[in-house]
């Protein structure tokens, strides 16, 4: 023995990771109260050494792919760690997929997001679960193959194995759009699909980024005759023999590498069409969508995770004398992560809402829905890296170390902000909605007009932002000032309105009133720091 270990943070286990105030306002202000019990289990869950352990194994022995068996016939499949089948599990069983389509509760999909947040031990296998979950409205464009697998893809069982999709008792889904030479210009597509006597196609051509491979049926697009065309492709055909739809190699990713992400190719695969021909791109927007709200739900949980664990360094590490919690620039430090972390916690569970109201046919908040997720998904998914990165040095070295699981959060951080559209897209999409559909502009003022009054920096950023608005100048290169102007306003919006008053004021003081540095701790003097980082602390068992 030449030393005692002493000063060294304790585990962060035994905690609720449900246990989050602007998670839990906002699941009572947007309709799922009746889901609290459901969120608070899930968060439990996920801080067990357990389920983390479950994470860190999933990512240390990631997905192998074997194209062939020993006899040389061809398999495509892909072999995953057993703590990914048990991270699947648990997602499944408990709703995180499907299964508020088939939920007719108001505020089911709410409660979804939430536990979406909560169940943050794994980024990777968040994506066949996000899929699944945005599968289901594009589906219906085809009533009779909705009629049909609808209630696989919402049934709460986790049903591994290449099987014939109809003969399983669940179902998972994929998407396969981008292709080598377009990534996000699906119009320069070149797979083609070829319709047959019998009202199926047959797809020939390749997909440059196909994450989760594994799942049973993927919507694709492919070039009918008629025009870009929304296709349902099954790994499995109804007699059993694989689809030919080829596994060609897994990619090797910065992150996320528990999810296997895959170039595949089409060689004749079986299709069947979902929606008219020539209207695939406005068929699977519907997906896209669906899957860039848990884009910005991904980065709002990432962030949280962040800055708890930096509060918990803190609270039990001392230098120089003292606790770093008990530090004033460590406290500015850790009081500006936690009031990036609830302004995207507080943004996402209204887009949650949103959506909720949207799918029961709520005009006014399709509207709002169209502008706030499109500002949301880019200004959260931008902001998570460096929050990350801040988060992580919360720790010194020893956030610089794999244990940490720091480095791996910091690894997940970018992906979010470029899946799905990276932010020249996602800007650019802002524009378009803007242009053509007026009346979305109009539901996003609405809802920023009604915290007017309630804050001097709000107000002056709302009445620029409406300026800026009316010059078309240069607009497309000013798109992402744009889009930033607009997520900060909607954040700030809900804050002052639903949020802590110290949280409110820190972040319009800052964000807005421009009393801000260009790095996280450059909060003004005079705020209530300790309310914040009390917020932001988590509780052990």
Known sequence: MTHDVFNQVPPLEGHDLADDPALLDGL??????????????LGRLAGTWQAQEWGRLANEHPPVLHTHDRYGHRVDEVEFHPAWHELMTVAVTRGLHGAPWADPREGAHVARAAKFYAWRVDAGHGCPISMTYAAVPALRREPELAARYEPLLTERAYDTGLRPPLSKSALLAGMSMTEKQG???VRANTTTATPQTDGSYRLVGHKWFTSAPMCDVFLTLAKAPGGLTCFLVPRVLPDGRLNPLRLMRLKDKLGNRSNASSEIEYDQALAWRVGEEGRGVRTIIEMVNLTRLDCLIGAAAGMRQGVITAAHHAAHRKAFGAYLADRPLMRNVLADLAV????ATVL?????GATDRSVRGDASETAFKRLGLAV?????????PAHAAESLECLGGNGYVEESGMPRLFRESPLNSIWEGSGNVAALDLLRAMAKEPETVEAFFNETDLAAGADTH??????????SLTDP???????????????LVLQASLLVRYGHPAVADAFCSSRLGGDWGHAYGTLAPGLDLSAIIERATPKLA
């Open 473 to 487: 100048t240069d607009i497309e290169s000013r798109a992402r000032r744009i889009a930033e102007r607009m997520a």
């Open 183 to 185: 990534g996000s210009d």
């Open 340 to 343: 990036e972390s609830e302004a």
């Open 28 to 41: 009572a202000r947007e309709g799922a109260a009746w889901a609290a019990t459901e969120v608070h289990e």
């Open 376 to 384: 949301g998904k880019y200004w959260v998914t931008k902001r998570w």
């Open 348 to 352: 996402m569970m209204r887009l949650a």
């Open 458 to 467: 709000l107000d002056e950023a709302v009445r620029r932002l409406k300026d």
